[in-house]
C-alpha cells in the first residue's frame, strides 16, 4: 500500500470497527473508500483468481499490539482495534464476511496462535507442520475465501503460511489421476476445529470428488489429514495430488501488516513447524472469512446474520 494511503485506511479500519455487530451494509459500503487500486485489485481477483490462487496486500496498518495471546479462542484485542476494521473492510470487499457457530464460538475475526499444550493439534493452535487443506472442507458451505493478516512473525521466522493451487498442480498430473480425483469416491472427516471437546467417533462427509469444475480451470476440495478413499485408486490419486501440491507450493512469511487473500476453492493452505516460546511475542495472525452470499434461508435461522447455523439445523433445512 502506498504510504500516503496507510492513514486514511487507518482511519477508515477504526470506523469500520465500531461497526462490527450493526448492519451488515455499513462496512460493505465503507469498503468502497479503500483506496481505489486497492480496490480494483480485489476486484479482480473475484472476478478471475489468478493461477495461484492468492493475491498479498501489502502495508495495512496493524495498530498497537499488546503480546500474542496464550489461550484459544481469546482475542486481546478492544473494541475499534485498526486491525479488526481493516479486515472486515476487506472481508466485505470480496463478499461477506461470516463465521460458524460451531468454531471458536461463532467469531468472525478469529486470533491465530499458538497455545501451549496443544501443539500437535492440526488446528490453528498448534505449532507442528499442518499440511494442505482447502478451509473446512468438509463443510456444505466452504467459505469462498480466507485471508489471513500477520501481526507477529516467529521468533525464528520460520513458521510460514503454505500456499498451492489445484490449477497449477494438475499440470503435473497425468490424465487418470485426474479423472480419478473426479470421482466421488473420497470422503472428509470433519474439521478438528468444529469438533472440539466432543467424543465418539469423528464425523466424516458424504462421499464427494477431490477436484471438480472446468478441465482449464479446476476447483479443490482437499485435506491431505482428512481426505481418505476406500478405493486403491483413490489413495494413489491423492498421493499423487498431495506429491504436485508439494512441488507448485509458495511458502510465505507474514510479515505484520501484510495479508494474503487465498480463494479456498483454486487453493489449499497450510503452515510449516515452528517452537513457539509463550512469551507473548509467538507467532500471530488473524484470519477471516468471506463467502459471496448466504442462503436466506440459512440467515433466518440464525440468531446472527454473520454466523452459519450449527451444521445438524443446515441439515435439516436444506436435506
Given at each position: ?21 450493526h ?19 480485489v476486484d ?8 495461484f ?26 473494541d ?6 481493516v479486515m ?23 486470533e ?24 473446512n ?5 466452504r467459505?469462498d ?8 512473525t ?27 480425483l ?14 472440539r471437546g466432543s ?24 485435506n ?36 494474503v ?20 511475542e ?10 459471496q ?14 454466523v ?12
Amino acid at each position: 500500500m502506498k504510504p500516503e494511503d496507510m492513514a486514511a485506511v487507518e482511519s477508515l479500519g477504526v470506523y469500520a470497527s465500531f461497526l462490527l455487530g450493526h448492519d451488515v451494509d455499513d462496512i460493505k459500503a465503507l469498503s468502497s473508500q479503500l483506496p481505489g487500486y486497492v480496490n480494483e485489485y480485489v476486484d479482480d481477483f473475484v472476478s478471475e483468481p489468478n493461477d495461484f490462487g492468492f493475491i498479498l496486500i501489502n502495508g495495512l496498518p496493524v495498530g498497537e499490539l499488546p503480546p500474542t495471546p496464550f489461550a484459544y479462542g481469546a482475542s486481546p484485542l478492544p473494541d475499534g482495534h485498526v486491525s479488526s476494521g481493516v479486515m472486515a473492510l476487506v472481508a466485505e470487499r470480496l463478499g461477506q464476511l461470516f463465521g460458524y457457530s460451531e468454531e471458536k464460538q461463532g467469531a468472525t475475526l478469529q486470533e491465530v496462535h499458538p497455545v501451549k499444550g496443544e501443539e500437535t493439534r492440526l488446528e490453528n493452535s498448534g505449532s507442528v507442520a499442518f499440511d494442505f487443506h482447502t478451509e473446512n472442507s468438509h463443510h456444505p458451505f466452504r467459505p469462498d475465501y480466507l485471508a489471513l493478516l500477520g501481526m507477529r512473525t516467529d521468533h525464528d521466522r520460520v513458521g510460514v503460511t503454505r500456499v498451492s493451487s489445484v490449477r497449477r498442480a494438475v499440470r503435473l498430473l497425468d490424465t487418470s489421476t485426474v479423472r480419478t480425483l473426479r470421482k466421488p469416491i473420497f470422503q472428509s472427516l470433519f474439521a478438528n476445529s468444529f469438533i472440539r471437546g466432543s467424543s465418539g467417533e469423528h464425523p466424516k462427509t458424504h462421499p464427494h470428488s477431490v477436484v471438480f469444475g472446468a478441465s482449464d480451470k479446476p476447483l479443490i476440495r482437499f485435506n491431505s489429514h482428512h481426505t481418505g478413499s476406500n478405493e486403491p485408486e483413490g489413495r494413489k490419486a491423492l498421493h499423487e495430488l498431495t506429491a504436485a501440491l508439494e512441488e507448485v507450493c509458495v511458502d510465505l512469511l507474514l510479515e505484520p501488516g501484510q495479508m494474503v487473500v487465498v480463494d479456498n476453492h483454486v487453493a489449499v493452505h497450510g503452515r510449516s513447524n515452528f517452537t513457539p516460546r509463550y512469551d507473548g511475542e509467538d507467532r500471530w495472525l488473524r484470519r477471516f472469512y468471506s463467502i459471496q452470499s448466504i442462503p436466506r434461508a440459512l440467515r433466518k435461522i440464525s440468531s446472527n446474520e454473520r454466523v452459519l447455523p450449527r451444521l445438524d439445523e443446515i441439515s435439516t433445512t436444506f436435506s
